[in-house]
């Protein structure tokens, strides 16, 4: 296939992507935006982490996005950020991460809306987080580890 007709994630690296490529790598599976439990002796990019079924506040649980996601930072001061240089160093991103495979040199998934051109098939896969987590607001944060579970990694 020649170079031009290649999808610009298959012949472009991360950083040279631009503003909208990079927006449109998201998949809408809202799995980076469930809360994250580690052992406080690891350090804050450590891989080893125990997912939860508790998803940020600002996540619209149907949609699976953010709902004030140009000023997230705003309300949830320390919603990471992805950027072409910290994505090598955030393991705890989901296997599935479009931004995580890529960088690891995989290729997308066949449910991938990109891939497939339908912002659903990500739904429709059991990938996305859609029905089968609660917002952080209806938990007391002393009983997070009670909601930990195993589909995300």
Known sequence: MATESKP???RKRLDQMT???WESLCDGC???CLHKLRDADEPPDTPNVDYTDIACKLLDTHSCRCTH???RRRYVPDCVQLTPKNVDHLGWMPSTCAYRLLSEGHDLYWWHPLVSGD???VHIAGISVRGKVISETEVEEDEYEYHIVEWPA
């Open 69 to 71: 996601y140009p000023t």
């Open 30 to 32: 809202g799995r980076c």
């Open 19 to 21: 503003r909208k490529e």
């Open 119 to 121: 912002p659903e098939t």
């Open 8 to 10: 610009f994630w298959r």
